[in-house]
């Protein structure tokens, strides 16, 4: 069975100071892995994907990094806005090529 | 604009009485999928369709039919709702091959 566990469940960030979340999965073949983000309410928003081990993708404040067993959301000098739940996702292979398993995601909390 | 839009926003209803949950998306998107978010549960799949007439089930199909018989289109039925299915619903679609899933705005279901 896919799973995806997100750490930690929540944090608490000074405006700039700098820190990652994690998302550690077990998947029979890797499709690919999502990240997203989602604010009270809304639909989650989609960030980035990631196919294999060694890719890195950058957006604004955020960098992703995927090995073979997590993936890391790198966050630099973040804002109050990027304040959200950050989600994990799995893209698995094979006859479940549809199925998406997420993370119970992290909640992210900014101070200025 | 490309969105996926979901019908109704709120939907506050009683146990037993038959309801559908419309999603369409304009993006011709092949696949889409229905999934339901709970505090503590996260993003739980129900059903995931990749094309017309082709659905299968998600992590937590019991209680909830689908029909894909258009391409932009995914209602979501519930047949005889209880109070267990009282959640924050949302429909995605994505295209074939790998890639992120493009989430709806949300529907909130209240079943008394």
């Known amino acids: 069975e896919d799973q995806v566990t997100q750490s930690p469940e929540a944090l608490r960030l000074q405006e700039g100071e700098s820190s990652s979340l994690n998302c550690s999965y077990t998947v029979s073949g890797l499709r690919g892995l999502f990240w997203y983000r989602q604010d009270p309410g809304k639909g989650p928003e989609f960030l980035f994907t990631l196919y294999s081990a060694g890719e890195e993708k950058e957006k604004e404040r955020l960098k992703a990094t995927l090995t073979k067993k997590e993936s890391f959301l790198h966050i630099t000098a973040p804002k109050p806005e990027d304040s959200a739940t950050y989600l994990c996702?799995?893209?698995?292979?094979?006859?479940?090529?549809?199925?998406?398993?997420f993370g119970q995601g992290t909640i992210l909390t900014v101070h200025p | 604009e490309a969105q996926v839009t979901q019908n109704p926003r709120y939907l506050i209803t009683v146990t037993g009485k038959k309801l559908t949950v419309t999603c369409s998306q304009n993006m011709n998107h092949e696949y889409m999928s229905w999934y339901r978010q709970d505090p503590g549960l996260g993003l739980r799949q129900i059903y995931y369709?990749?094309?017309?007439?082709?659905?299968d089930k998600g992590d937590v199909p019991e209680g909830y039919k689908v029909s894909r018989k258009e391409k932009r289109n995914f209602p979501l039925i519930l047949e005889s709702p209880s109070p267990n299915q009282t959640s924050l619903y949302f429909c995605a679609s994505r295209f074939q091959g790998v890639g992120g899933y493009t989430f709806g705005s949300g529907t909130r279901l209240t079943v008394v």
């Open positions: 996702a799995v893209l698995a292979g094979g006859t479940s090529y549809g199925k998406l398993t």
């Open positions: 369709s990749m094309n017309v007439e082709v659905t």
